[in-house]
Each structure stands twice: as structure tokens, then as C-alpha cells.
């Protein structure tokens, strides 16, 4: 098989936030640190069918102490590259530095745009510094004529946040960023991640019209509203009560994910659903054993055989039944 065409590597593991929707907040995670340029390249050297490079994982990238020279090491090499932040630590230098350096896409994670919501599910983060570091650095983009990174806007889907998702439309056309993104919210049963909160396949009438109102604010502005699976808001709708949803995915045959760690897994939600039986959908790591071995090896073989069937693996279980894909 072909290798993987879109990789995801994890820069860092360390994080400035304590998110409420995210695993490294309540699950055991593997020891903080960063990965080195030598590291990163190696990576690189051994996975050649790789056309795009998303830069993130359980992890702030913005912290990784060298992150412009690991964007320009990848886009050497052809990748397109982009990665999700907070955008906390989103300095006008920095962002220059990574516009320099050739990153094609930031994701700004926001999740909701007024203060108390935010506050909620980003602890430790302030709404109005992220705002600014934002208004600064796409006044900065426009002023000069600069196209890259482009850069979106990204709320994580659930019932308390969904009201606001007019809100952040609003604030995207305000600061002159033209796309929010709608993502998923993987159910981990705990903090703002649970079965509750999730409405795919599960919106009221009352949350119809909040996703409807949302779709019509951001066609008057002249805002691409997206969501996951590169859909527009009516991801969250039902799709045609797919019995085995995780089977439209291709991401068993088309990406892979390595940890900082240099672990291997298959996409960059595996930690997140699966967050306690992470070694089952482990398959080696890249430092240790050739990515070829790993990729066409029996561990990932068994992986996509068993995705194929009525019983996947854990981490693919329920995706898509609470979540889109």
C-alpha cells in the first residue's frame, strides 16, 4: 500500500491551556517535551508520499521553541502546511515568522466569543488577548497585501456553545477572517466532552433554527461557514442513519499520526476516543522501527481489518455516531 498522504506530527505535547473538551485535561498523557528539527526531518525522510502536514496534536504547537524552522523544513520539502492553536501566544513576530516561513493555513480554536462561555471551556486563556493578537496580525496581512497563513476561525460543537456560533460569524467578518470552522466534539464522557453536549444526529427544533440563523449571518458577510469533514453546518444533521458510521472514513489508508514520542498512531482523534486504551490503537514507533514496516506491517494490517468489520478498533468505535466524521 501506499504510504499515507496527509501526516499529522506533534510538535509538542505541553499545553498553556487546561481545555474542558480535550483529553489532555483528564487522562494520562505521555511525558512533556518537544520534538527536535532532527527528529522532525527523519520523520520527513521516511514518509515521501506525504503532500500535507498538519502541525499539531495534544499539544499548543505555538510553544514549540523553533516552530517557524519546522514549518519551513516541511514546506522545502512541498508539504502544505497548517496546524490549530489558541492562538495565546500568536505575537505579531511569531506570525510573521510563520508567514515567512510558508505556513498555508492557522486555525484559531475559539470555541465561543464572549468571556464567560470562553472561559468556561479554554481555562487559563483570555478572550481579549487572543482578539488582539488576531486584529494585529491579519491588519498586518491586509496592510501588506499578505495571503498566507490563511486564517479561520474554529468553535467545538456542542449544546452550550452552539448559540454563539452566529456570534463568532460575526466576529470573523470583524476581523477580517473569512472562514469558521464548525469541529467536532469527541465524546469523552467527562468535563464539556460528554454525550450530552454532543447534538449530531440530535438537534432540536430550537438548535435547527441556531444552525440555520448561523448558515444565513455568514452568507450575508461573506463567511464560509464549515464543519467538520469538510462540510457546512449541516454536519450536524442526521446522514441517512449509517448503522456502521466509521466506515466513510479513509483516514486508515490515507494519513497516519505520530506522537512527539514518535509513536504511531492512525489519525489525530485516536487520543481523544480512546483516551485510556490508547495502546490498542498504537502500532510502533517511528524512532524505533522504518515507517514502511510500520504502515504495511501486520499491527496496522489487523487495524484495517478489523476497521473494516462490524467490531473496529476502540479508538474508531463510536466515531461518527456522536460525532461527524
Same mark, same amino acid.
Given at each position: 500500500m501506499d504510504?499515507?498522504?496527509?501526516?499529522?506530527?506533534?510538535?509538542? @505535547? $505541553?499545553? @498553556? /491551556?487546561?481545555? *474542558? %473538551?480535550?483529553?489532555? *485535561?483528564?487522562?494520562?498523557?505521555e511525558a512533556p517535551r518537544d520534538l527536535s528539527l532532527d527528529e522532525f526531518?527523519?520523520?520527513?525522510?521516511?514518509?515521501?508520499?506525504? !503532500?500535507?502536514?498538519?502541525?499539531?496534536?495534544?499539544?499548543?504547537?505555538?510553544?514549540?521553541?523553533?516552530?517557524?524552522e519546522l514549518v519551513q523544513e516541511a514546506r522545502d520539502r512541498g508539504l502544505d502546511v497548517l496546524f490549530n492553536t489558541n492562538a495565546q501566544l500568536l505575537t505579531l513576530s511569531l506570525g510573521k515568522a510563520l508567514s515567512r516561513a510558508g505556513l498555508g493555513e492557522l486555525r484559531v480554536s475559539l470555541d465561543a466569543p464572549v468571556d464567560e462561555a470562553y472561559g468556561r471551556v479554554?481555562?487559563?486563556?483570555?478572550?481579549?488577548?487572543? %482578539?488582539? @493578537?488576531?486584529?494585529?496580525?491579519?491588519s498586518w496581512q491586509i496592510d501588506n497585501g499578505v495571503e498566507l497563513p490563511k486564517l479561520s476561525l474554529g468553535m467545538?460543537?456542542? =449544546?452550550?456553545?452552539?448559540?454563539?456560533?452566529?456570534?463568532?460569524?460575526?466576529?470573523?467578518?470583524? /476581523?477580517?477572517?473569512?472562514?469558521?470552522? /464548525?469541529? $467536532?466534539?469527541?465524546?469523552? &464522557?467527562? &468535563?464539556?466532552?460528554? !454525550?450530552?453536549e454532543?447534538?449530531?444526529?440530535?438537534?432540536?427544533?430550537?438548535?435547527?433554527?441556531? /444552525?440555520? &440563523?448561523a448558515e444565513v449571518r455568514a452568507h450575508e458577510l461573506g463567511v464560509l461557514l464549515r464543519g467538520s469533514g469538510n462540510r457546512?453546518?449541516?454536519?450536524?444533521?442526521? =446522514?441517512?442513519? @449509517?448503522r456502521r458510521p466509521w466506515t466513510e472514513c479513509r483516514r486508515p489508508y490515507m494519513a497516519t499520526y505520530i506522537t512527539v514520542h514518535g509513536n504511531v498512531l492512525p489519525c489525530c482523534i485516536a487520543p481523544f476516543s480512546a483516551p485510556l486504551a490508547l495502546e490498542?490503537? *498504537?502500532?510502533?514507533?517511528?524512532?524505533?522501527?522504518?515507517?514502511?514496516?510500520?504502515?504495511?506491517g501486520p499491527l496496522y494490517r489487523e487495524f484495517r481489518e478489523k476497521f473494516a468489520s462490524d467490531n473496529p478498533p476502540v479508538c474508531c468505535r463510536d466515531c461518527g455516531t456522536w460525532w461527524s466524521l
Amino acid at each position: 500500500m501506499d504510504g499515507p498522504e496527509t501526516l499529522y506530527i506533534e510538535p509538542t @505535547n $505541553r499545553c @498553556n /491551556l487546561a481545555c *474542558t %473538551t480535550c483529553p489532555r *485535561t483528564f487522562f494520562p498523557q505521555e511525558a512533556p517535551r518537544d520534538l527536535s528539527l532532527d527528529e522532525f526531518q527523519a520523520i520527513l525522510d521516511q514518509v515521501p508520499t506525504a !503532500r500535507r502536514l498538519v502541525l499539531h496534536g495534544v499539544g499548543e504547537p505555538l510553544l514549540h521553541p523553533n516552530l517557524p524552522e519546522l514549518v519551513q523544513e516541511a514546506r522545502d520539502r512541498g508539504l502544505d502546511v497548517l496546524f490549530n492553536t489558541n492562538a495565546q501566544l500568536l505575537t505579531l513576530s511569531l506570525g510573521k515568522a510563520l508567514s515567512r516561513a510558508g505556513l498555508g493555513e492557522l486555525r484559531v480554536s475559539l470555541d465561543a466569543p464572549v468571556d464567560e462561555a470562553y472561559g468556561r471551556v479554554r481555562k487559563g486563556g483570555s478572550l481579549a488577548a487572543v %482578539t488582539e @493578537n488576531l486584529r494585529r496580525f491579519r491588519s498586518w496581512q491586509i496592510d501588506n497585501g499578505v495571503e498566507l497563513p490563511k486564517l479561520s476561525l474554529g468553535m467545538t460543537e456542542g =449544546r452550550d456553545r452552539l448559540p454563539f456560533l452566529t456570534k463568532l460569524v460575526e466576529l470573523g467578518a470583524e /476581523l477580517g477572517i473569512p472562514e469558521v470552522y /464548525l469541529q $467536532r466534539l469527541v465524546v469523552l &464522557g467527562t &468535563g464539556d466532552a460528554t !454525550r450530552g453536549e454532543a447534538t449530531y444526529n440530535r438537534l432540536s427544533e430550537a438548535e435547527e433554527a441556531l /444552525l440555520e &440563523g448561523a448558515e444565513v449571518r455568514a452568507h450575508e458577510l461573506g463567511v464560509l461557514l464549515r464543519g467538520s469533514g469538510n462540510r457546512s453546518g449541516d454536519h450536524l444533521h442526521q =446522514r441517512n442513519g @449509517n448503522r456502521r458510521p466509521w466506515t466513510e472514513c479513509r483516514r486508515p489508508y490515507m494519513a497516519t499520526y505520530i506522537t512527539v514520542h514518535g509513536n504511531v498512531l492512525p489519525c489525530c482523534i485516536a487520543p481523544f476516543s480512546a483516551p485510556l486504551a490508547l495502546e490498542e490503537c *498504537t502500532f510502533a514507533n517511528i524512532f524505533e522501527s522504518p515507517f514502511d514496516a510500520i504502515w504495511d506491517g501486520p499491527l496496522y494490517r489487523e487495524f484495517r481489518e478489523k476497521f473494516a468489520s462490524d467490531n473496529p478498533p476502540v479508538c474508531c468505535r463510536d466515531c461518527g455516531t456522536w460525532w461527524s466524521l
